[in-house]
């Protein structure tokens, strides 16, 4: 099976800061990556994702992702926090083809942005 | 488009009772998730459906989960009878077709089973 792992619980950043979020993945063949952000009491929204081509994605809100193959990572990025960035974040990975086909999530990671 | 409806939005009930939950994927998706978030256990897929057929069940707790999809445009997640272990946040959510696999999700219902 596909897998994604999330290697930190919170990430903490302040306003204008750069911020990272980090994710790996294993997958057997080619992979397919999301992440989605969950603000409170709200369900999941997509931000991005990664098919193929460049590995530079960009998405929603400012937010981008790069596809390191080598590395087998898929970080979010962005170059300027918001407080209103504050949210939990998932990434995810196509598991299975076809009917068969659906989203493997990680744990999630907080990021905390202040002031 | 209004997105992914659920119902209700918050749910409290008793131990042994039979709680119903509620979705309404958008119109021309093929597929819809059903998931239960909690702070020990994250985000778990219980079901999903393509075209209304169940696929995977094999997220389903125990038998007194069920799910049901009668046609394109809602589908019901019962548990019967309730637990207190059950209480969680159940999201609904949904897919097109070839669309690489980008679910939608709905608001959740947050249950809580006393």
């Known amino acids: 099976a596909q897998s994604v792992a999330q290697p930190e619980d919170q990430v903490n950043v302040a306003e204008g800061n750069p911020l990272t979020v980090k994710c790996t993945y294993s997958v057997s063949g080619n992979p397919y990556l999301f992440w989605y952000v969950q603000y409170p009491n709200r369900g999941l929204q997509f931000l991005l994702k990664y098919i193929t081509g460049d590995n530079l994605v960009k998405g929603s809100y400012g937010f981008e992702a790069e596809f390191n193959k080598s590395q087998t990572s898929f970080h979010l990025k962005k170059p300027s926090a918001l407080v209103s960035d504050s949210a939990l974040y998932f990434c995810?990975?196509?598991?299975?083809?076809?009917?068969?086909?659906?989203?493997?999530f990680g744990t999630g990671t907080r990021l905390q942005v202040t002031l | 488009d209004a997105g992914v409806i659920q119902s209700p939005r918050h749910e409290v009930t008793e131990m042994g009772q039979e709680v119903t939950l509620r979705c309404k994927p958008i119109s021309g998706h093929d597929y819809l998730f059903w998931y239960r978030q909690t702070m020990m256990r994250g985000l778990e897929l219980l079901i999903y459906f393509n075209n209304n057929v169940p696929i995977d069940d094999s997220g389903m707790p125990e038998d007194r989960f069920s799910a049901k999809m009668p046609n394109a445009s809602f589908s019901t997640l019962k548990i019967q009878p309730s637990e207190p272990r059950d209480s969680a946040v159940y999201f609904c959510?949904?897919?097109?077709?070839?669309?690489?696999?980008?679910?939608?999700f709905g608001p959740g219902t947050r249950l809580t089973v006393l």
């Open positions: 995810a990975v196509r598991d299975g083809t076809g009917t068969a086909s659906k989203l493997t």
């Open positions: 959510a949904s897919r097109a077709q070839g669309s690489y696999n980008e679910q939608f």
